[in-house]
């Protein structure tokens, strides 16, 4: 994924456009003498298998056990299609035929593939190449294994390296290191595999690790080898499939001398590129200490501001320089452990909000207050820097089933930005279980159920906000002191620190959490207790540098910086995306776990179970990828429009009418097969709170903004469509009962479930013929207090929104990318 995202510049109006002709063509073969190709892979064949046997007989006379099969190495020529699946036999259930282990493109479009075929099944490959040569077996006047054997440029010996899926600078040397090891699980029982594997890694002396991670047809576990070690493993196992670097358990880096910490950010700092891109991540917390020599390239002491004057800026509790070290790199642990450059192109603002130890305590009821003036402060040096502010710090007290408090208020009235006409990005940690239960947490050994009765903590309830809740993969422990320790949660699955809204009242307040990410994970213990483990946690920046130059961190507060992280890349790659359009990115591009979907029992076919999941785990993982980048075969498209909900009367005024720039012919092209269609629509509401004004559904809200698609039986008459949005849309006011019109329960969350709160995303999977007549989209308004305050002038105000929308199919064979960035250099014609 490496082609921009595509923004449609004025797509609200009435201008006209011209369908441009496009879709990829499928790769050719190459041309080839069929005699000489046929003898020439032959040839190629025969020298691997026999240079596999010399090696073999150089081993058997060392006395050196030698695995039966051969990995090889299979090659297609620059620029054309290797057809790769002709690789594998899977007709016998008895015998083990040829496995394709792995398959990749490089940078000059050749594709390579990894083939492991079983002592004894090499005649039936050396057989394909041989039926293409003999002309008595043509069928309809073509060689037999045309395509498989035409697609082959080169057959030689795979080698260890060839199984390394990360930058080759990170294989291993003399020095052994963590990494994953991927095995071939497939008709056996993965049991026996790994066990057979980790007897000749003891042998080897290679350690391994007890946890293990399942997946179809493969198994996953974790050693700590050198590169001779790894050479001797590739010499006796018939099942390696992969090899990966693992991510050194954090454990590594926190339980390193002081002099060995210093010397790995020495090493980190040699590598930083810094490109400041007019992006700062405002951290509202209780100070940042700059002086950690990661963060002095960053974080000025002109780029800290306290609410107080006479605070300190400094952080004297450690946890905003516990935040600082994960929203500036992401994933510091990942950056120490890369031999790459590591580029750095956004900077730190520290808010200060919390008191230091010698001042008495912020009065709960001025936090919002508290918030607002230290952001005013913070943005008087931002001046016209992009900012992205990250609040991980929540009250101590669970939200009242979701309804808003006045802190949570004054958030959504920053983001909003009525007084100063500056919208704001507010990111909000949805609070962790250990807040509401005992120090001991000891009631956590009920996990999940209890993290679905702890309640997400004020001001995460905020609507403008994007509320950040934790997952977690962290599942490896090393500390053999821990053997008898299992991980409370999963390797995918809700984080224990993680609280959710299932308590709320689901009818009047939004879905929260929005999205998760890593927020570590917990021990369970032999006796049946709680306990923390430092391989479970994030690394990070420690605020006592002096002392250690690295500090563990997890829970909500962890995965809000990583958001913020996430956020701040975002925005420096698309600089005029407003701070609705950075949040709807980063909603549309989340996706559930397996492991969360799973673990919740989900069944993804019924709109309650699903609207069960927002609750607790909201979109999912976010993929920075997705929510930055297009590809031939992912397109995203954005609108940035202002539209006007009411009118003077209190009516409703205005819709919304898309006509898509679409890839029709592609997605004809693509016939049966399935493509996505997501859509995601973010705006920010003036919030009143009160609770008078939370009785009714719209009315904490200024207005509300829905979004539909047509259906691809209104494709022929389209002002069926808007006559059906009119009818149905605009002239309703409260929207409790689910709507069945149009697309219907072809909607993947469907309007029931996805219409709550301000940002909003769903999507269908259809045909590709079928999707190719759904490029109409409407957004229109609903109720609010806009619409009913004449005396305060509100019904003719303006509201903002994005709209996103994107594509996304499996095949890489059509090009659904290209057609549409052709179409968008020229007027788009919109009908409204």
């Known amino acids: 994924m490496d082609k921009p995202i595509l923004f449609l510049n004025d797509a609200a109006q009435s201008e006209s456009f011209t369908t441009t002709q496009g879709g990829g063509n499928k790769a050719k073969l190459p041309d080839r003498d069929r005699i000489a190709h046929a003898a020439s892979l032959t040839n190629k064949f025969k020298n691997a298998w026999s240079a596999l046997g010399e090696q073999r007989q150089q081993r058997k006379a060392l006395s050196l056990p030698c695995r039966d099969g051969c990995?090889?190495?299979?090659?297609?020529?620059?620029?054309?299609e290797l057809t790769a699946n002709s690789l594998e036999d899977r007709r016998s259930k008895k015998v083990l035929g040829a496995r394709l282990i792995s398959v990749s493109t490089d940078d000059n479009h050749e594709t390579r593939a990894i083939v492991y075929i079983p002592s004894g099944q090499e005649n039936k490959f050396f057989k394909k190449?041989?039926?293409?040569a003999n002309s008595n077996k043509d069928k309809k006047n073509k060689p037999q294994n045309k395509k498989f054997i035409e697609s082959i440029e080169d057959i030689k010996l795979a080698l260890l390296e060839d199984l390394w899926q990360d930058p080759i600078s990170d294989f291993p040397q003399e020095i052994p290191i963590w990494c994953e090891l991927w095995l071939r699980t497939e008709n056996t029982k993965a049991d026996g595999i790994v066990l057979k594997t980790k007897k000749i890694c003891e042998t080897i002396g290679i350690e391994t690790n007890p946890e293990r991670l399942d997946?179809?047809?493969r198994s996953v576990i974790v050693i700590r080898a050198n590169q001779k070690q790894l050479q001797e493993l590739f010499a006796q196992s018939d099942n390696l499939a992969e090899l990966r670097l693992a991510k050194e358990p954090v454990s590594f880096w926190s339980s390193l001398y002081p002099y060995e910490q210093t010397e790995a950010v020495d090493n980190l700092l040699s590598?930083?590129?810094?490109?400041?891109?007019g992006v700062s991540i405002c951290i509202l917390d209780g100070g940042i200490n700059n002086g950690h020599r990661l963060l002095v390239p960053f974080c000025s002491d002109d780029e800290k501001e306290t609410y107080n004057p006479h605070w300190s800026p400094n952080d004297q509790e450690g946890h905003g320089t516990q935040m600082a070290g994960i929203a500036v790199f992401g994933d510091l642990q990942k950056a120490l452990e890369s031999n790459d450059t590591i580029v750095v192109n956004h900077r730190l603002f520290s808010g200060k909000i919390l008191p230091p130890p010698n001042f008495p305590e912020n009065d709960p009821i001025l936090y919002g207050f508290i918030t607002a003036q230290t952001i005013s402060n913070c943005e008087i040096k931002l001046k016209n820097r992009l900012s992205i502010f990250s609040l991980a710090t929540t009250s101590k007290y669970e939200t009242d089933k979701g309804r808003p408090s006045s802190w949570s208020a004054e958030i959504d009235k920053l983001a909003f930005g009525e007084d100063d006409e500056s919208q704001r990005l507010i990111l909000i940690s949805a609070g962790n279980s250990s807040n509401l239960i005992s120090k001991e947490r000891m009631e956590l050994i009920n996990y999940p159920e209890i993290n679905l009765n702890l309640s997400i903590q004020s001001p995460a309830q905020a609507w403008n906000a994007l509320t950040i809740g934790a997952y977690t993969e962290k599942v490896?422990?090393?500390?053999?002191?821990?053997?008898e320790y299992t991980p409370l949660a999963q390797h995918g699955e809700l984080s224990p620190h993680s609280t959710t809204s299932l308590?709320?009242?689901?009818?009047?307040w939004p879905n929260k959490p929005d999205v998760v990410l890593e927020g570590g994970n917990l021990l369970r213990t032999p006796e049946g207790t709680v306990d923390g483990c430092d391989d479970l946690c994030v690394l990070t920046t420690s605020p006592r540098p002096i002392g250690k130059q690295?500090?563990?961190f997890d829970a909500t507060s962890a995965a809000t910086a990583k958001a913020a992280w996430i956020a701040a890349q975002i925005q420096s790659l698309l600089p005029n995306a407003w701070p609705e359009t950075i949040r709807a990115l980063m909603v549309h591009s989340a996706e559930w776990t397996p492991q969360l979907i799973n673990q919740f029992g989900i069944d993804l076919k019924k709109k309650g179970d699903i609207g069960y999941l927002l609750r607790i785990a909201g979109y999912g993982v976010p993929d920075l990828k997705k929510a930055s980048e297009c590809a031939v075969n992912h397109l995203t498209l954005i609108a940035q429009e202002t539209i006007q909900p009411f009118e003077e009367d209190g009516g409703t005024n205005e819709m919304h009418f898309y006509e898509l720039p679409w890839p029709k012919d592609a997605l004809q092209d693509l016939g049966d097969q399935k493509v996505t269609l997501k859509i995601t629509l973010s705006y920010f509401i003036e919030p009143s709170p009160g609770e008078l004004q939370t009785q009714g559904r719209y009315t904490y809200a200024s207005h509300g903004l829905r979004f539909d698609l047509n259906s691809p039986e209104e494709a022929n008459n389209i002002d069926s469509f808007?006559?059906?949005l009119n009818e149905e849309a605009r002239k309703k006011e409260i929207e409790d009962k689910p709507e069945y019109i149009g697309l219907g329960n072809r909607w993947k969350i469907g309007p029931t479930y996805r219409n709550k709160g301000t940002v909003q995303s769903d999507s269908i999977t259809l045909s590709g013929i079928e999707i190719a007549d759904c490029y109409y989209i409407a957004v229109y308004p609903v109720g609010g207090w806009w619409k009913t305050r004449k005396s305060e002038n509100c019904s003719e105000k303006q509201a903002r929104y994005s709209l996103i929308v994107s594509l996304h199919t499996e095949s890489e064979d059509v090009d659904i990318y290209t057609p549409v960035a052709n179409m968008v250099k020229i007027p788009i014609n919109v009908k409204l």
């Open 71 to 80: 990995y090889l190495e299979v090659i297609g020529q620059a620029g054309y």
């Open 129 to 132: 190449i041989q039926d293409y």
């Open 215 to 217: 997946f179809p047809e």
């Open 271 to 277: 590598r930083i590129e810094y490109e400041d891109r």
């Open 476 to 483: 490896i422990i090393t500390d053999t002191k821990l053997q």
């Open 503 to 508: 308590t709320w009242e689901t009818k009047r």
């Open 550 to 552: 690295f500090e563990l």
């Open 722 to 724: 808007r006559k059906r």
